[in-house]
């Protein structure tokens, strides 16, 4: 039930409930970033080898991805406050054994159960924000989350780094276990909500489908290691399609389906599911990729580097506040996420000035505006996803828009770095016969170096009559790359922005009204509170 009083005003017990949200949704991107940046310091100190180093990253992000419509589900039937401390305890179950780990494959499980735990926190907390709050205060409860996402992506990299140079790699883990132990002792103050309706659990549903998502989340991770056209790449895209067919014969036969399928006829809930996957192309895929760029080709150190991409992400901590603020005077979340995307898009175009020797100054202005992009729809999207169904579902919405954000996520993050190493050979090989026989390495292998932002190393290889245009060859290949890469880009977000406007403007009869709407707000709290049971009622 929706315990915010009339007029959307919060109470100190609401007030922890978001708190202990935030606390555990930072945890997320931290996560991620914190162990990306940590990974040259386990192979040291683990003496791990690069594939299984990788998976102390990939084995995260796809047990988060493959889980989270599941999580959602469960929590609608279970009860929200009790998956979300299910996913709290297997976060810091993880992260312990992380801390503790002495072998690199240990530390892959301990991830993989770490990314299961943030499936549940993410999924079962924004269904206890819907829940909890209304009206504006859930507007401004979804802004402040959005927020904190954005200020653990903005932020945890740093954090990170600061962490590493203090107590060593473990300290990362060691301290999402210390406010993964907050976050429990904090849930104990929030309320329980479940479906009324959902009284078992679709098992077949649930193996069928987050195999198949875990299917596709590893063929992202490892396509560039197994080739993109391979054997055995064609083999999982296959095993995907077959996964996903049966899940939908299945859903179909079901009487409480993990995910009913009706949801995908509604053209309001396609366009949100839509919106994480296109900003994991013009928002997150950029966050891997421009630092590579500014480091490699623009000879920026990493601490350069890292506040050069505050200008990106630096918006994200404030943008999502303003946005809530416009929501409530009256502007529809149909124009603020349309706007959204329209704002990235133009910032990624114009990102395309990027080149060698670009100053910050320069970049300033595309940054900025993507990060305003993304910005506007922080927060908003979430709030809009488990909106646009009845409340009895918001657990099931939350899980499938997590779910597209994270997978969408993966799929981005190896989609651009392998099609950005395919660009990159392609050019190289156009210029490399110039310095035939004086190369360190063949086409592919410099492809990688630079891609990963390292074109020192192979320049330094051979002679130094021909470094510095061997150097040049190199950066204007990566840039090259680079520009193709940002305005395939800007098509896709082009495409949504219009996509995202129509589906966003068609409404069904058995749809409920959008609640972000001033003049129907009252009415869906209303709706709210007699679909929400609370527990022990």
């Not at 992000?61 to 419509?69: D, E, G, K, P, R």
């Not at 990624?348 to 100053?359: K, Y």
Request: charged share 10%; glycine share 10%; proline share 5%.
């Amino acid at each position: 039930m929706s315990s915010s009083p009339p007029g959307g005003t919060t109470q100190p017990r609401e007030r922890l409930v978001l708190l202990a949200i935030c606390l555990a949704v930072l945890m997320v991107p931290v996560s991620l970033s914190g162990t990306s940046l940590a990974l040259p310091a386990i192979s040291r100190s683990l003496d791990a080898d690069i594939v299984p180093l990788q998976w102390a990253v990939n084995a995260y992000n796809v047990t988060a991805a493959s889980f989270m419509l599941a999580a959602g589900s469960l929590a609608d039937i279970i009860g929200r406050r009790r998956m979300f401390v299910i996913g709290t305890t297997l976060f810091a179950a993880g992260s312990l054994a992380c801390s503790l780990a002495g072998d690199i494959y240990l530390l892959d499980v301990a991830r993989a159960v770490a990314g299961i735990g943030s499936a549940a926190i993410l999924t079962a907390g924004t269904a206890v924000l819907a829940s909890t709050f209304d009206g504006p205060a859930r507007n401004q409860a979804f802004a402040v989350t959005g927020v904190v996402i954005g200020a653990g992506l903005a932020l945890g990299p740093t954090t990170s780094g600061w962490l590493i140079s203090l107590m060593g790699w473990r300290g990362i883990f060691l301290t999402q276990l210390a406010i993964a132990a907050v976050v429990l002792l904090l849930a104990r103050i929030i309320p329980e909500s479940r479906n009324s309706q959902g009284s078992k659990v679709d098992w077949i549903g649930t193996v069928l489908f987050t195999s198949a998502l875990s299917v596709l989340t590893i063929a992202a991770a490892e396509g560039s290691q197994l080739g993109w056209t391979g054997p055995e790449m064609i083999a999982l895209a296959v095993l995907f399609v077959v996964l996903m067919t049966a899940f939908v014969l299945a859903e179909r036969r079901q009487a409480q389906p993990m995910f009913n399928l009706g949801l995908l006829a509604r053209p309001r809930f396609v366009a949100l599911c839509l919106l994480p996957v296109i900003f994991s192309f013009g928002f997150v895929g950029l966050v891997v990729l421009v630092p590579s760029y500014l480091i490699g080709a623009d000879g920026l150190s990493s601490g350069d580097a890292g506040l050069t991409m505050l200008l990106l992400t630096g918006p994200v901590l404030v943008v999502p506040l303003l946005a809530s603020r416009m929501l409530q005077r009256g502007l529809s979340s149909r124009v603020l996420l349309t706007v959204s995307l329209l704002v990235t898009t133009l910032g990624v175009a114009w990102l395309s000035v990027i080149h060698p020797g670009i100053g910050p100054l320069a970049l300033a202005g595309p940054l900025l505006t993507i990060g305003v992009g993304q910005g506007l729809s922080s927060g908003l999207m979430d709030g809009a996803a488990v909106s646009a169904v009845e409340p009895a579902r918001a657990g099931m919405a939350a899980g499938m828009f997590n779910t597209m954000r994270l997978a969408g996520e993966a799929v981005a993050i190896a989609a651009m770095g392998g099609v950005l190493v395919s660009l990159i050979k392609g050019r190289l090989a156009d210029g490399i016969d110039a310095f035939a026989g004086k190369t360190p390495s063949n086409v592919g292998s410099l492809a990688d170096s630079v891609a990963s932002g390292d074109l020192t190393g192979p320049a330094a290889q051979v002679p130094a009559a021909d470094r510095g245009a061997f150097t040049d060859l190199l950066a204007n290949g990566y840039t090259g790359a680079m520009h193709t890469i940002l305005w395939v880009v800007v098509g896709l977000c082009a495409v949504a922005t219009v996509a995202v406007w129509f589906l966003l403007a068609e409404r069904r009869a058995d749809e409920p009204d959008e609640p972000d709407e001033p003049a129907e707000a009252a009415e869906a709290a209303e709706a709210a509170e007699a679909a929400a049971e609370p527990a022990g009622r």
